[in-house]
C-alpha cells in the first residue's frame, strides 16, 4: 500500500499536464487540491484518470452530513482514489461521508480526515476555538473519531504518524506532508523530515510537492522518495 503522491499545486489545467507529461514510466499518484479543481472543475480529474493516474482530491469537506453525503457521492462517481473532511465535523458528518461515498457494488475511494490544521496554533485553539486541550491531545481525539466512524485514516505530521497508530491500530492509514529531502529547503514548512524516515515513523503515502514539482528533474525527484519510501 506504501506510496508517494505528489501534491500537484498548479494554478491550470495546462501547467499541471505539462508536468505530467514529463513522466513517461511511470504514473504517480497524484493529489489535486481545491485550486486547481475550483479552477478547471471535474474535467481535470477525468483528464488525469483518463491517463492512468491514481488521485487524492484534497476539497476538506465539512458542512452537516446530508450535504456531505450529497457531495460525496459526486466525487466518488468522479472514480478519485481517496478524498477528505475535517474531522471537526463530528463523527455522524463523517459517517455521512463514507455512506455517500459508497458505489452500489460496495466499493469507493479512501476517505480520510484531516484532524487539526497544520497552521492553527495551540493558542488560536485556545482563545479562538475555545478547545481546552494541547494540539497533540486534539489530533488524537480527532483520529479516533474517525476511526469511530470508519474512515480509513488521517492526514497528519510525519513525525505523528507513529502515534496516531498507536491509537487507533496499525492498519489505520497515515497520510503525511511536510517531507523533504536532507539536502532540500524547507520552504515554509517546519515539521519535517525525510522520506525515509517518515518511513521508518509508520507514514502510508508521503504527499510531495516542491521537492518534486520545483525540482530540475522532477522525474528523479520523484524516483529518488519512491526508492526511498517504497523500495
Ligand atoms: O510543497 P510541499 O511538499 O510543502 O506540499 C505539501 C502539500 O501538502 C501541499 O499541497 C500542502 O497544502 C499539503 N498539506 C501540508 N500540510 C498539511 C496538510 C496539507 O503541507 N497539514
Known sequence: ??????????????ATLAFLDKFKDEKPFLKIGMELFYGAGPDIVKEIKRRGHKI???????DIPNTVRKAMKVLSALDVDMVNVHAAGTIEMMRAAKEGLTREDGSRPLLIAVTQLTSTSEEAMRKQLLIDATIGDTIIQYAKNAAEAGLDGVVCSPL????????????????????????????DQVRITTPARAREIGSDFIVVGRPITASEDPVAAYRRCVKDFCD
Open 1 to 14: 500500500m506504501r506510496d508517494v503522491i505528489i501534491a500537484c499545486d498548479f494554478p491550470s489545467t495546462e
Open 56 to 62: 487524492f482530491l484534497d476539497l476538506k469537506l465539512h
Open 160 to 187: 505523528e504518524a507513529g502515534i496516531v497508530k498507536d491509537a487507533c491500530g496499525k492498519d489505520f492509514l497515515t497520510i503525511t506532508p511536510g517531507i523533504r529531502f536532507a539536502d532540500s529547503a524547507a520552504d
